[in-house]
């Protein structure tokens, strides 16, 4: 266990939707990563929040946003869901936006696009 | 787009053998991470080699890096039926002054032990 929670667990939506994920950071750790998983592939990052701003992101589209709130939770959203958003997304506590230091990973949460 | 290439894609071994799983990356990095994964599920850290260390044990874990030929290796020896899951590797590439862990996975290799 490594202290990070995701929620929900699983998801389904329609194409065109828009979804939620949510993710509770290791306590004291100020840093969370985003990433993207699809069936049979490696984590592909999303972006990255720090101290509640966000801090770099990878190459996804406007309609993937978040938030990091006062006490380092955050947010992913995903608006005008597509079939290929389908994937497990998986969120990563670390205790400074630093090389080096070590990323907890939450269990993830499935989503399916119908 | 994926930083690392790992080989095997998957491998297939007994209790007892060693496993040996490859990964190749395209830039220069600060550091190297290899995760595991089970079934699908959350990544658990298992090893960091920063750019100027070569070799690192961790248990029944051994890491090397040649950034020279941008190339690291992780041996699993003794291997367990428990140790069955798919494994990455991450590189943290370097970014002028920007150090971020914005980590870049490879594809993964998917090991099974057979008991």
């Known amino acids: 266990e490594t202290g990070v929670t995701q929620s929900p667990t699983h998801l389904i939506k329609t194409r065109g939707q828009q979804v939620t994920l949510r993710c509770s950071s290791q306590s004291g750790h100020n840093t969370v990563s985003w990433y993207q998983q699809a069936l049979g592939q490696g984590p592909q990052f999303i972006f990255q929040?720090?101290?509640?701003?966000?801090?770099g992101r990878g190459n996804f589209p406007p309609r993937f946003s978040g938030l990091q709130f006062p006490n380092y939770s955050s947010e992913l959203n995903v608006n005008a869901l597509e079939l290929d958003d389908s994937a497990l997304y998986l969120c990563?506590?670390?205790?400074?936006?630093?090389?080096?230091?070590?990323?907890?990973f939450g269990p993830g949460t499935r989503l399916l696009v119908l | 787009s994926q930083q690392g290439e790992e080989d095997p894609q998957a491998l297939s071994i007994q209790e007892g053998e060693n496993a040996t799983m490859n990964c190749s990356y395209k830039?220069?990095?600060?550091?190297l991470q290899w995760y595991r994964q089970n079934s699908g599920r959350g990544l658990v850290h298992l090893i960091l080699i920063r750019s100027n260390e070569r070799e690192k044990h961790s248990g029944r874990l051994r890491v090397t890096l040649d950034t020279s030929k941008k190339s690291s290796s992780l041996l699993i020896t003794a291997s367990r039926a428990a140790d069955t899951a798919s494994y990455f590797c991450a590189t943290d590439p370097r970014r002028g002054s920007s150090n971020t862990g914005k980590l870049i996975f490879g594809q993964g290799t998917t090991l099974q032990v057979k008991p």
């Open positions: 929040y720090y101290r509640e701003e966000e801090n």
């Open positions: 990563a506590s670390s205790l400074w936006a630093i090389s080096g230091e070590t990323q907890y």
């Open positions: 830039t220069s990095i600060n550091n």
